[in-house]
Each structure stands twice: as structure tokens, then as C-alpha cells.
């Protein structure tokens, strides 16, 4: 376990802002991760958990407790047959695309479309994390957690998770910090059902086919890349955390609405906003739609600070000198700029620490 005082929290982020963590501990065990915890909240400080620092943006002021840094490590296959599938325990620090990379190498079918997202695995339970027509939900079996509340070591299994569109159990409230995700996939070389449009017009295949786990995992990453959803250094247009804003999910009603507004703007026959039915009967609609038509195109704000990215709508980028207070400004126009264009609200998809929209 390391610790350091004064320590920079940008460089930990994909966004590349934030000032100074009062208390930095990098902990490489999971009896670490939990000593950590409790001693912090022993002494009622502020705790911040990061893992890749994918899905947060902080504070110019920074924090002023322990951000507490799990790098813990392990992938261990419990079990495996046909019936049951293959049981993968991974611990919450292990990147996660080295986790989907070992899988497709594997032969483990049910997150190969979750290629390239950057992050640590303990994140992706959070956030129900994802692209391409899966879900971690889908493949989750059970999240073991440290319980901040009773002071215990907790196994949440996958029904009890309240996985939704972008959220469960673990990011309503800051009581459970993951420790490890134990995964349930598919012992198979060939993908789960291609379930995007984009994505099977890229492989030359049906929407609902299977293709070489290879295969798909290259797509995924080829399409990625085409958005600036692949981490690169010299690419200011992969400084950011990804998707600033969730996808709209609206009633019947209001999705009318806003196709009457989308009308009224845009003109009777000009575009309308894309719908896609839910298990629940509503209707999820495009952000990256809503935020183009309403002004807001590639580059907006080019050349920064802060600025979308070239390459896709919905990415919010640090162009280099970019502050968390340039990158919120620049979210809190587009919230604005589409509420006042459609009447709906656009909600952050990263964890804003010591700011807000």
C-alpha cells in the first residue's frame, strides 16, 4: 500500500482535471481496499474511490479526504463446463479491456461488445456498464462489496443488484465499495448475438448473428476508435469520460412531445429524433441527437479548453488545458441548449466530485 499527501488526481482520470486529493492510498490488495475504508470512516473523513478514473470528473479545488485508488489484481477461473458456463472471479483493479481481451483469447462469449471502455472492472457494476447491445448486467453473476454501513464483506448477487439502464444498487449511495465481480459467460468461439445495426453492417452480418469472438472485438474497437472511445494519448479527442450524458428514456407521452418539438424546429420533414421501445414501455431516445439538433455539432467550441469531440457529439474533451471548471461549463451549456430546444433534460453520465451541473 502507498500513500501520498497533496497528490494530484488529474493524471489518475481520463478527463485530466481535478486538483489535489489531501490523501492518496494506492492499495494492491483487497484486505487493503477494506483496511482503507474503515480506517476512514472510523475518523468520519471524506472518501473518494477510483479505479481508472474513466466515469469521474473532480473539482478544480480537489479533495479534501482520502481518494482511495484500488489496484488490486487477479483473474481466476472458478469454475468451468457446459452447463454451467465459465465462473470468472476478476478483482475490481483489473482494467477491464485486459479482462474482455482475455476473454475473446479464451474462448468466453458475453462481453466482446464491451471492447475498448476504458476503466477498472469494480467500476462496471456501478454503472451497469454498456455498448453495442451489451450489458455487464447480462453477464454478471454476483458482486462481492465491502458494506461501509454494517462494516461487513457482502456477496450481492445479480437480482438483488437492481441493475437498470446505466445504474444499480452500487451507485444509488456510496455504501458499498466493490471488491470483485464474479462473471458468467459462455465457453464458445463465436460471439453472443450481434445485437447493434452499425455494428453487423460493419461485419457484413444480420442483426442477431454470431461471428468469431475476434472478429467482433476487432469491430468494436474499429468503431470506438472511429468515435474517439479508445484511449489515446495523443488524441485529445479520447480526453474525456466517454459519453458525458446518459440516453433519454421518456414516457410515451413525453417522447410525443418532444417529436412535436423536434418538428416545430427542424420542420415537418426534416429529421426526427430515433426511438427505442423498453422492457417498461418507454421510449429511449438519442443524446447525441438531441445535442446536435440543437446546435451543438463535432467541435463545438474548438479549440477549447474545453470542446466536443471532433468525432462524436456526445463526448465532452479536454483539449489539452482544459479545467473542470471549462469542462463543466461547456456540459452545463449543452444541458441547457437542449432543454430549451426539446424540453428535455439531459442527466450526466460521469460522477461530478466537489461540482456540479
Not at 246 to 271: D, I
Request: glycine residues 10%.
Amino acid at each position: 500500500m502507498r500513500e501520498e499527501h497533496d497528490a494530484p488526481i488529474a493524471p489518475l482520470t481520463t478527463m485530466r482535471v481535478g486538483g489535489p486529493a489531501a490523501r492518496l492510498v494506492t492499495a494492491g490488495t483487497t484486505d487493503e481496499v477494506v483496511d482503507t475504508v474503515r480506517e476512514v470512516d472510523d475518523a468520519d473523513e471524506p472518501l473518494l474511490v477510483l479505479t481508472g478514473g474513466s466515469n469521474v470528473v473532480v473539482a478544480d479545488e480537489g479533495f479534501p479526504g482520502t481518494v482511495l485508488r484500488v489496484a488490486t489484481d487477479g483473474i481466476e477461473v472458478e469454475s468451468a463446463d457446459l452447463c454451467g458456463g465459465v465462473m470468472v472471479r476478476v478483482a475490481a483493479g483489473v482494467p477491464w479491456d485486459d479482462l474482455v481481451a482475455r476473454a475473446v483469447a479464451e474462448g468466453w462469449a458475453g462481453i466482446e461488445a464491451l471492447s475498448g471502455i476504458p476503466g477498472g472492472t469494480g467500476a462496471t457494476p456501478v454503472q451497469n456498464v454498456g455498448a453495442y447491445g451489451q450489458e455487464v448486467a447480462q453477464t454478471i453473476a454476483s458482486v462481492r462489496v465491502w458494506d461501509r454501513r454494517d462494516q461487513v464483506v457482502r456477496t450481492v448477487a445479480n437480482a438483488d443488484c437492481a441493475f437498470t439502464y446505466r445504474h444499480s444498487v452500487f451507485k444509488a449511495a456510496d455504501r458499498y465499495v466493490v471488491l470483485d465481480v464474479l462473471f458468467q459467460l459462455v465457453p464458445s468461439e463465436l460471439s453472443r448475438p450481434v445485437a447493434y445495426a452499425d455494428l453487423a453492417r460493419q461485419l457484413g452480418v444480420e442483426v442477431g448473428d454470431r461471428v468469431p469472438l475476434a472478429d467482433a472485438r476487432e469491430a468494436v474497437l474499429a468503431q470506438r476508435r472511429r468515435r474517439g472511445m479508445v484511449l489515446d494519448e495523443a488524441d485529445h479527442d479520447t480526453w474525456s469520460c466517454g459519453s458525458f450524458f446518459t440516453n433519454p428514456v421518456l414516457s410515451p407521452q413525453r417522447f410525443e412531445e418532444l417529436e412535436r418539438r423536434a418538428a416545430e424546429r427542424l420542420g415537418p420533414e426534416g429529421p426526427t429524433p430515433p426511438r427505442f421501445a423498453d422492457a417498461e414501455g418507454n421510449v429511449k431516445t438519442s443524446a447525441a441527437w438531441l445535442i446536435e439538433h440543437a446546435g451543438f455539432g463535432k467541435g463545438y467550441r474548438m479549440p477549447g479548453p474545453a470542446a466536443l469531440s471532433t468525432k462524436h457529439t456526445l463526448a465532452v474533451t479536454n483539449r489539452g488545458a482544459a479545467t473542470a471548471r471549462d469542462i463543466v461549463a461547456l456540459a452545463r451549456e449543452l444541458r441547457d441548449g437542449v432543454d430549451d430546444a426539446f424540453g428535455v433534460t439531459l442527466v450526466n453520465e460521469p460522477v461530478l466530485v466537489g461540482t456540479s451541473l
